[in-house]
């Protein structure tokens, strides 16, 4: 079982610029969560989906957007990048919509903003 | 809307020794989930331990346990017998109705040779 996975691994863009993160979900799990992490910071909740729907939603604009797909594996948009979206962005996988009792976590996209 | 605090930004712990980290949290639900996270440099989120909030038994693995105040809203982490494979940071999250995992800012733990 490979677990969580998410590419690329290391990103840099450039302010203005669109960006696409990658989760495919630990084998058998339906329900992929995102979160930003800024340095020094814990994770901070940007949405989850189920079903290949947003069903919960942090406090992020809208230049965040996602996608899941049939086969579950998600993707995390984010339009006209700013300096403060560079963080390492997290993909959580679960089973069920019951996300906070067996998340498995990636091992994160290092986004960084010039 | 929940909240969780960590107030120990760093930690360090002598290697055998014991060591306990901190976590409370505010919420008006009665039905939760709390857990404690490690992330090593490798990013990776691993979780440590987890405690349903309606079991009054403070949950145990291995050298890990937890001490859970629910009246108080504490929720400790202590690991015993400390190895050097332990230093990383630590986060504590709380899981509610809302179905994501709010987390705090994390304590950095050092264990010394």
């Known amino acids: 079982d490979a677990g969580v996975t998410q590419s690329p691994t290391h990103l840099i863009k450039t302010r203005g610029q669109q960006v696409t993160l990658r989760c495919s979900p630990k084998s058998g799990h339906d329900t992929v969560s995102w979160y930003q992490q800024a340095l020094g910071q814990g994770p901070q909740f940007i949405f989850q989906?189920?079903?290949?729907?947003?069903?919960q939603r942090g406090n992020f604009p809208d230049r965040f957007s996602g996608h899941q797909f049939p086969n579950y594996s998600s993707e995390l948009n984010v339009n006209a990048l700013l300096l403060g979206d560079s963080a390492l962005y997290l993909c959580?996988?679960?089973?069920?919509?019951?996300?906070?009792?067996?998340?498995?976590f990636g091992q994160g996209t290092r986004l960084t903003v010039v | 809307a929940q909240t969780v605090t960590q107030s120990q930004p760093e930690m360090s712990v002598q290697e055998a020794e014991t060591v306990t980290l901190s976590c409370t949290y505010d919420t008006s639900e009665s039905d939760y989930y709390l857990f404690w996270y490690k992330q090593p440099p490798s990013r990776q989120m691993i979780l440590v331990i987890r405690?349903?909030?309606?079991?009054?038994q403070n949950a145990t693995e291995n050298r890990f346990s937890v001490n859970f105040q629910k009246a108080a809203k504490s929720f400790s982490l202590k690991i015993s017998d400390s190895q050097l494979g332990d230093a990383a940071m630590y986060f504590c999250?709380?899981?509610?109705?809302?179905?994501?995992?709010?987390f705090g800012k994390g304590t950095k733990l050092s264990v010394k040779p």
């Open positions: 405690q349903e909030a309606y079991k009054q």
């Open positions: 989906y189920y079903e290949e729907e947003e069903r």
């Open positions: 999250a709380f899981g509610g109705s809302q179905g994501n995992l709010i």
């Open positions: 959580a996988s679960s089973l069920s919509g019951r996300a906070w009792t067996e998340a498995f």
